[in-house]
T-cell receptor, first 107, second 116 residues
Framework: EDQVTQSPEALRLQEGESSSLNCSYTVSGLRGLFWYRQDPGKGPEFLFTLYSAGEEKEKERLKATLTKKESFLHITAPKPEDSATYLCAGSYDKVIFGPGTSLSVIP | DGGITQSPKYLFRKEGQNVTLSCEQNLNHDAMYWYRQDPGQGLRLIYYSQIVNDFQKGDIAEGYSVSREKKESFPLTVTSAQKNPTAFYLC???????????????FGAGSRLTVL
């Protein structure tokens, strides 16, 4: 059974303190790896799609990378407005979502 | 602006009642999806439709029903057979279905259903 897992479950950072979120996925049959941001009480918003190992994509303070078995979402010098839940999803014959990492950035 | 509109945002249901959640998109997307989100769990797929007048069960379809009579609309009915319906429900769409590759999902703002 295809699986997507994320760690940590929750992360609390001081403003400016860089860190990374992890997403592990079933390798076989992966068509693409997605990252979404979800604010409380709202629907997820698309951030990145990664297709092959070694690929990297950036947007403001966020950089997503993909290895053969993991993806990382690096957050550089985060600000309080980066606080949200970050969801990772693998596209197979259907899309499978991980449980998310809840990020809190404290001023 | 193109997007997905879900209504109502909040809904309360008494035990034994059926309720219908609305989902409308103006993105001209072929595929539409319904997900359920519970605290601490990933999004779980209820139903999906890749084309008008056709839909398939997802991982947790029991107690739910859908229809896809128009490209723009994909309503979800939560029936009395769903034993634990309190959750956050998300509707999404994509340009094509999953058979055509890794397609980005566009989500609505969600509907929160509470059973009294």
């Amino acid at each position: 059974e295809d699986q997507v897992t994320q760690s940590p479950e929750a992360l609390r950072l001081q403003e400016g303190e860089s860190s990374s979120l992890n997403c592990s996925y079933t390798v076989s049959g992966l068509r693409g790896l997605f990252w979404y941001r979800q604010d409380p009480g709202k629907g997820p918003e698309f951030l990145f799609t990664l297709y092959s190992a070694g690929e990297e994509k950036e947007k403001e303070r966020l950089k997503a990378t993909l290895t053969k078995k993991e993806s990382f979402l690096h957050i550089t010098a985060p600000k309080p407005e980066d606080s949200a839940t970050y969801l990772c999803a693998g596209s197979y014959d259907k899309v499978i979502f991980g449980p998310g990492t809840s990020l809190s950035v404290i001023p | 602006d193109g997007g997905i509109t879900q209504s109502p945002k909040y809904l309360f249901r008494k035990e034994g009642q059926n309720v219908t959640l609305s989902c409308e998109q103006n993105l001209n997307h072929d595929a539409m999806y319904w997900y359920r989100q519970d605290p601490g769990q990933g999004l779980r797929l209820i139903y999906y439709s890749q084309i008008v007048n056709d839909f398939q069960k997802g991982d947790i379809a029991e107690g739910y029903s859908v229809s896809r009579e128009k490209k723009e609309s994909f309503p979800l009915t939560v029936t009395s057979a769903q034993k634990n319906p309190t959750a956050f429900y998300l509707c999404a769409s994509s340009i094509d279905g999953w058979s055509s590759g890794a397609n980005v999902l566009t989500f609505g703002a969600g509907s929160r259903l509470t059973v009294l």
